[in-house]
């Protein structure tokens, strides 16, 4: 006989398996929803999200959420949405922009090596590599080639 458990945190995972999850802005996964359903035309949630994963991340938005990378259509009871391109990029230059922060704040080494007594003579670097990572991860949460976009 093969038997498995786990213990997570205080409960007991009886089969073994357990998930690892990390945060993530619901407004990635509408924004998937919406740019592939409503591009032409306003549609409401519940005419394109029917079960499925994505239900849950997104029911948790609030509208206020839903429009900052989409235009609302009719009473918000309908909550009909439509693809707004230009509000999508500038709601992904903030993300970019709030990465590289982080990058910078963290004191994340983007370049192959560091050492302590190792004096960096130009700033370029730093920013193009701080923009590489940064495109890196946006481009992990969007379907359009990050550079594009940005």
Known sequence: ????????GETVCSNGKFYVASKIDPI???????EAHCKDRAQPLNQFLSGGEAEIFI?????EQMKLVADQKGPDD?????FNEEKTLKWLKKKFELIKASLRSQ?????GSSSLNYVKTSAD??????DAIAETALGKFILLPVSKVL
Do not use: G, P
């Open 59 to 63: 029911k948790h938005l609030k509208m």
């Open 78 to 82: 309908l909550k009909a949405f439509i």
């Open 1 to 8: 006989m093969n038997f498995c458990l786990r213990f997570l």
């Open 125 to 130: 670097n730093e920013e193009v590599d701080e």
């Open 107 to 111: 004191h994340f080494v983007t370049s």
């Open 28 to 34: 990635f996964v509408f924004l998937q929803f919406v």
